[in-house]
């Protein structure tokens, strides 16, 4: 019922920035957590991001600490992952994920490479 749509993904060059978006979709929900995952090609997904959304702590992978932000608005259903200063080993295919009732939910994913 739950709908999870990624978007905002691209090439980019290293160095450069991006903003993933999560649209939720399905009718009124509460929302236990919001993640971005991440897998490149021949690797498991890795969590990238988490937040709590009761109370808002937020969770971040070491290698994208200081360079990502996730956020969420809940006015407009939507989760964000703010992508500064991206490095070629950030190039995968992003995730989103929330935990509604127990229950994880999961996007198609976005494509995002970093390349010059």
């Known amino acids: 019922q739950v709908e999870l749509v990624e978007s905002g993904g691209g090439l980019v060059q290293p160095g450069g920035s991006l903003r993933l978006s999560c649209a939720a979709s399905?009718?009124?929900?509460?929302?236990?957590?919001l993640a971005w995952f991440r897998q490149a090609p021949g690797k498991e997904r890795a969590l990238v991001a988490a937040?709590?959304?009761?109370?808002?702590?937020?969770y971040y992978a070491d290698s994208v600490k200081g360079r990502f932000t996730i956020s969420g608005d809940n006015a407009k259903n939507t989760m964000y992952l703010q992508m500064n200063s991206l490095k070629p080993e950030d190039t995968a295919m992003y995730y989103c994920?929330?935990?509604?009732?127990?229950?994880?939910?999961w996007g198609r994913g976005t494509q995002v490479t970093v390349s010059s």
């Open positions: 937040i709590m959304w009761s109370g808002g702590s937020t």
């Open positions: 399905g009718g009124t929900f509460t929302t236990q957590t």
């Open positions: 994920n929330a935990v509604i009732r127990l229950y994880p939910y």
